[in-house]
């Protein structure tokens, strides 16, 4: 069975750091992108990161770019997101998810339809 856990997950204060990582099993990871998510309270689900599955094309969703860093490392089938500066906005569950192929594009990657295996979300929560 296809499955994606997510984990790393805490409460950090602002301007802290976390890092998130998302285990996969059961397919062959280093034949897909992986995209990060995340759903505050009370909102929509919001696309953060996603990277392809060589790792040379990563994607940014304006309010994280240049504090998030998205990473892989295929032959641990592990994706992690490297999470600095961290604000009160950025409090969510965060969800990993396979995109539906290896290459997304700058059209395709935000778009939740385009993934087709979630895994069980980590709570991440940024308060003083």
């Known amino acids: 069975d296809v499955q994606l856990q997510a984990s790393g997950g805490g409460l950090v204060q602002p301007g802290g750091s976390l890092r998130l990582s998302c285990t996969a099993s059961g397919f062959s990871f280093n034949g897909y992108a992986v995209g990060w998510f995340r759903q505050a309270p009370g909102k929509g689900r919001e696309a953060v990161s996603c990277?392809?599955?060589?790792?040379?094309?990563?994607f940014y969703a304006a309010s994280v770019k240049g504090r998030f860093t998205v990473s892989r490392e295929n032959a641990e089938d592990t994706v992690y997101l490297q999470m600095n500066s961290l604000k009160p906005e950025d409090t969510a569950v965060y969800y990993c998810?396979?995109?539906?192929?290896?290459?997304?594009?700058?059209?395709?990657?935000?778009?939740?339809?385009?993934?087709?295996?979630w895994g069980r979300g980590t709570q991440v929560t940024v308060s003083s």
């Open positions: 998810a396979r995109f539906l192929g290896s290459n997304p594009i700058t059209s395709t990657w935000a778009t939740p339809v385009q993934y087709d295996f």
């Open positions: 990277i392809n599955s060589s790792g040379g094309r990563r």
